[in-house]
């Protein structure tokens, strides 16, 4: 099975051909093709290629699939003894893409 491994958002994912990933937030409509930088494509007969920083003349072309909000994550502050707190929630926006091909 081909894998490569990309980079979105200075973030790096592993990635098959059929799969899914979720990556940072890209600026594309749901059902539009997008293009990612492959660093490592592995699995093929060629072996593995490994790219500085990235695998020359490689694509990995995926399509977006949704736009989603990760969970909530709650970030909370406080001092002893002062009567001090501070609650704060953040949720992480991310891109869903399936993986078409790699190559």
Excluded: C
């Excluded at 099975?1 to 790096?12: E, F, L, N």
């Excluded at 899914?20 to 007969?45: C, K």
């Excluded at 709650?74 to 190559?103: A, E, L």
């Amino acid at each position: 099975m081909a894998y490569a491994i990309i980079r979105s958002g200075d973030k790096q994912f592993r990635v098959e051909e059929g799969g899914t990933v979720r990556v940072p937030t890209l600026d594309a409509e749901a059902g539009d093709t997008v293009e990612l930088e492959a660093l490592v494509i592995g699995g093929g007969e060629g072996g593995v290629l490994v790219g500085t920083p990235a695998v020359e003349g490689a694509k990995v072309t995926g399509t977006v699939v949704d736009h989603g909000r990760g969970p909530k994550v709650i970030v909370f502050k406080w001092k002893r003894r002062k009567q001090y707190k501070r609650t704060q929630g953040h949720r992480q926006n991310y891109t869903t893409v399936k993986i078409d091909s790699i190559g």
